[in-house]
């Protein structure tokens, strides 16, 4: 939660908590009912101008559903939290368009349009733009160019996030604000600001150093692919080391094979979680896959400091698989530099 590029403090959150607990009665909460209305209440303490609110599993019964957008977004559609969204895309498009509402406008950006996400939007009246037909982007040397239904932004600079899946990230952004325009007007020159400084923590963010540190989340196929692919983009260097862990409900096979081709060594550790999956399980589905080098640790930070002290300075280390994963190396790291 943030508010102004700030994040939440604790005061602002427990005062939060608090307004929720005193007024709720008897209704049970779940963590992420009671997280989605702290939010709300705490934007609301501050009046904010927007609310821009991600949801985070599906759509349909996801706790951030409960409020109405002036515009809803669907950045892409991959196989991930299958017991609870389905096996397929078709069954995973339905859950995520579950937060289109009648009369509003519902940005999809990515170019593998499944039907249900068609059938959806006009099941509930929701008006439908695609990236391809409604809006969209070239590129040129250097920037690139959007164009959608109410007019075009030319000569924009690339998303300092890294990935080429970014322009569509962005070109739907851009959608959306076009959606807004009316009630929400943002300059050129704000947009050309958001694009150079935008930033996001643990998506390929790169830390600075001898070897280089990368942390990304990527914990499912399309993420994995993403990673693979930000990946052979950089310069070569000798070797890669990856510092993994994983749910042991995600599809660990379908992110090793991803990968697998970007790594020479695998450095795989447990994650102290009721899902997490031990290194034995991970190292065997790395095994299965003939991944390579596999070396297993009991902790993650463990197998990063096994990292640090194999990689040469001009190696690099990855470190990948889940959040539980980056966030433990940031924490041991930050120990190590202290």
């Not at 433990?328 to 120990?335: D, K, P, S, Y």
Request: proline residues 4%.
């Amino acid at each position: 939660m943030r508010v102004s590029k700030h994040p939440a403090n604790d005061a602002e959150l427990c005062a939060a908590f608090k307004k929720i607990e005193k007024v709720r009665g008897d209704i049970p909460l779940t963590y992420f009912e009671f997280g989605t209305l702290a939010a709300m209440q705490m934007f609301t303490d501050q009046k904010i101008d927007v609310a821009i609110l991600e949801v985070g599993l599906g759509g349909r019964l996801d706790a951030v559903n409960i409020f109405d957008a002036d515009c809803a977004v669907v950045t892409s559609i991959d196989i991930d939290h299958t017991d609870y969204l389905g096996d397929t895309r078709v069954k995973i498009a339905f859950e995520k368009a579950g937060i289109f509402r009648a009369g509003k406008v519902a940005v999809f950006g990515d170019t593998d349009v499944p039907q249900a996400i068609r059938t959806q939007a006009e099941k509930v009246g929701a008006e439908l733009w695609c990236i391809g037909s409604e809006f969209g982007f070239t590129t040129h040397q250097g920037q690139w160019d959007f164009h959608g239904k109410k007019g075009a932004r030319s000569a924009l600079p690339f998303p300092a996030l890294r990935g080429s899946f970014q322009l569509n990230n962005a070109s739907a952004a851009l959608a959306a604000l076009d959606v807004l325009r009316g009630s929400m007007p943002v300059s050129m020159e704000s947009v050309r600001r958001g694009l150079v400084e935008v930033t996001l923590s643990a998506r390929f963010q790169m830390i600075p150093g001898k070897p280089t540190l990368i942390l990304d989340v990527a914990h499912n196929p399309h993420a994995a692919r993403s990673l693979a692919k930000n990946l052979a983009a950089l310069p070569p260097c000798p070797k890669t080391y990856a510092v993994c862990a994983m749910l042991k409900d995600k599809d660990m096979a379908g992110v090793v094979d991803a990968l697998k081709l970007q790594v020479d060594t695998w450095l795989v550790g447990g994650i102290n979680a009721p899902r997490g999956a031990s290194s034995d399980e991970l190292g065997q589905v790395l095994s299965e896959a003939n991944a390579g080098k596999v070396e297993r640790f009991s902790t993650v930070t463990e197998a990063l400091h096994h990292a640090y002290n194999q990689a040469g300075e001009n190696d690099r280390i990855v470190a990948f698989g889940s959040f539980y994963t980056v966030a433990e190396v940031m924490r041991a790291r930050e120990l190590r530099c202290a």
